[in-house]
């Protein structure tokens, strides 16, 4: 993309000019940049959750109160497990040439993975506003 259409595009009366321009000619350095941070931060959150997980799975609960929190850590790491792998559609989406992907081209996959999405996130919240 080149500079001085963006600065042009700037002067212009259209507020809309910028994003009409970066929309049809996308800073693909950008995404890049997008979808390694989120594939660093996706494998490294999986890697800790599945280590607390773990640790949780294994860890021994002396009453009740200790069985009903170490269950809730593991909801909330598995919940989290499950988010972290919700992040690969969106990071072959940032490397991919037409900014859809192989998998949000789809619409069904697309509908259903809002769905998830959202859910995902919701149970999450509420599993850690429960602490």
Same mark, same amino acid.
Request: charged content about 15%.
């Given at each position: 993309?080149?500079?001085?259409?963006?600065?042009?595009?700037?002067?212009?009366?259209?507020?809309? #000019?910028?994003?009409?321009?970066?929309?049809?000619? +996308?800073?693909?350095?950008?995404?890049?940049?997008? $979808?390694?941070?989120?594939?660093? %931060?996706?494998?490294? $959150? !999986?890697?800790?959750?599945?280590? *607390? /997980?773990? =640790? !949780?799975?294994?860890?021994? %609960?002396?009453?009740?109160?200790?069985? !009903?929190?170490?269950?809730? =850590?593991?909801?909330?790491? /598995?919940?989290?497990?499950?988010?972290?792998?919700? /992040?690969? +559609?969106?990071?072959?989406?940032? /490397?991919?040439?037409?900014?859809?992907? *192989?998998? !949000?081209?789809?619409?069904? &996959?697309?509908?259903?993975? $809002?769905? &998830?999405?959202?859910? #995902?996130?919701?149970?999450?919240?509420?599993?850690?506003?429960?602490?």
């Amino acid at each position: 993309m080149d500079l001085r259409f963006i600065i042009s595009a700037m002067y212009r009366n259209n507020s809309t #000019a910028i994003t009409e321009s970066t929309k049809d000619h +996308p800073i693909v350095w950008l995404d890049y940049i997008i $979808g390694i941070v989120m594939t660093v %931060a996706s494998i490294s $959150g !999986f890697v800790m959750n599945i280590t *607390a /997980f773990s =640790y !949780f799975k294994t860890m021994r %609960a002396r009453n009740n109160n200790n069985k !009903f929190f170490k269950r809730l =850590y593991m909801v909330i790491s /598995f919940t989290d497990i499950l988010i972290c792998t919700s /992040f690969i +559609p969106v990071i072959e989406t940032t /490397f991919s040439t037409d900014r859809s992907g *192989a998998l !949000f081209g789809n619409t069904v &996959f697309c509908s259903g993975w $809002g769905v &998830f999405w959202y859910t #995902a996130y919701q149970i999450s919240i509420i599993m850690v506003s429960t602490l």
